[in-house]
């Protein structure tokens, strides 16, 4: 269940990436800080 999450996040953020790269270069440093945040929280669903 963890790792359909983890590819499912994987997708949007791709998708979202595709995205932010046409429109605003700055959103590229929220959406990183984004990811990080994700996979703090992916760790937490494992590990518990």
């Known amino acids: 269940m963890a790792s359909i999450f983890l590819v499912r996040l994987a997708t949007i953020c791709t998708k979202m ?3 932010i790269k046409t429109n605003s270069p700055f959103v ?3 959406l990183m800080v984004l990811i990080c945040f ?3 929280i992916s760790r ?3 590990l518990t």
């Open 38 to 40: 994700g996979a703090i």
């Open 17 to 19: 990436s595709n995205y």
């Open 28 to 30: 590229i440093e929220a």
């Open 44 to 46: 937490y669903i494992i």
